[in-house]
DNA sequence: CTCCTAATGCAACGTTATGTTGCGATAGAG
DNA sequence: CTCTATCGCAACATAACGTTGCATTAGGAG
């Protein structure tokens, strides 16, 4: 038994951090990860992902009591990928550019199925949903910075706040990435940068 | 052995469908969507739909070999509730009963949890997927017909796709359902119609 | 370098849920 | 009324989850 044991410990704290612990914490998540992407949700068990990750099963169940756990944990530090911060003193510069690297990055087939498992994940229980509310809101944080950027230099309007604004920009993105499939060209980029500036404009 | 046999069918087209299989289905598909609603997309078991459905276990089993195909059913069947078709000859008030009777209808919890789980199921196969963004796309018929007579009556611009109007308003909303968890009140709509419409109109 | 211990490997086990099958019973359809 | 598709029932096989005890290894502390 160790001599100063914190009651409250998170399961994938690590005590030893540069050592074997952290590398097999690593692979087990990216093996998740690839597994996700790879054979779809179902086609998820703990017996694959610990071969993927050269580890044994039961290390990975020590580590994450529920592998629901251990997937939510996953597509998390998956997600945490950065959003570049566009930054031209033009709104519809920036927006476009932001619009087009959100694409980009979310376009590719793995990370749709990344980003949909992490929505499915939300439905599963309120502290996941939390969970993962949270890693949306950071997200969109990078978008809202956009918006009150060109607030402060006055291009946009200051009455409407700059998460919804944000929200007509991102919302038909990601609709048509989660519900409908259409597809996500530039002519369409441009044209919901278009339509949402018309009236986030000042007057 | 049935005499006449169609070689490739679906596994729930019943051959008697005023009888007693149409009732059973039907409340397996009810159950179902019950049970997911209630306990979350974790908590499902056959055991447990069978019971509620007043129908034996193997039942369930012989008619959809796999339990996703189940699910799946089951949601897109309740996903096909109609969004009624607003006409006050005005965008605005269009627009905006429309948004308003959307967030109604899938504000609740409940239905919350369906959506979820019917992006999920889009993740699990492609053929799934293809049934699911029909289901969306087939939805979203009323909110382009919204879009298209008011382009009819000369209030909207007819440069850009109707989808693609349609998307910047009702994106946000699904954006705020699915990922960020933030309210979805009658002020956000009215800020969303208004950003919108600024660009949509005709000049 | 050596010791100590946290972390892993390994194997065996119990539990739960899925999906299948054979047979008898029943309820619609003609 | 008769026939047969469908269901109830029970038993079975399979697969995955999650747990546990013990031996082994590797990292950190001195």
Redesign the pocket.
């Known amino acids: 038994?160790?001599?100063t044991?914190s009651p409250t410990e998170p399961p994938s704290?690590?005590?030893?951090?540069?050592?074997?612990?952290?590398?097999?914490?690593k692979a087990?998540l990216s093996a998740t990860i690839t597994e996700l992407t790879a054979g779809g949700y179902g086609?998820?068990?703990?017996?694959?992902?610990?071969e993927r990750?050269?580890?044994?099963?039961?290390?990975?169940?020590?580590?994450?009591?529920?592998?629901?756990q251990?997937v939510t944990e996953a597509l998390i530090d998956a997600a945490t990928a950065a959003i570049p911060m566009p930054d031209n003193g033009d709104i519809t510069a920036d927006l476009t550019a932001l619009l087009h690297s959100i694409v980009d990055y979310i376009g590719g087939p793995q990370t749709r199925v990344q980003i949909r498992a992490l929505v499915a994940d939300a439905a599963r229980s309120p502290a996941i949903a939390e969970v993962v509310s949270h890693v949306w809101t950071t997200r969109f944080r990078v978008g809202e910075e956009v918006i009150i950027r060109a607030v402060d230099r006055g291009e946009l309007r200051d009455d409407i706040p700059a998460t919804t604004v944000l929200a007509v920009f991102t919302g038909p993105i990601y609709v048509r990435l989660l519900l409908t499939d259409e597809p996500l060209d530039a002519e369409f980029i441009d044209a919901v940068v278009e339509l949402g500036l018309a009236g986030a404009r000042r007057p």
């Open positions: 038994m160790p001599p044991e704290v690590v005590r030893r951090p540069g050592g074997r612990a952290a590398r097999v914490r087990i086609a998820l068990n703990a017996a694959r992902i610990a990750a050269g580890v044994h099963r039961s290390t990975v169940h020590r580590r994450w009591p529920d592998l629901d251990l």
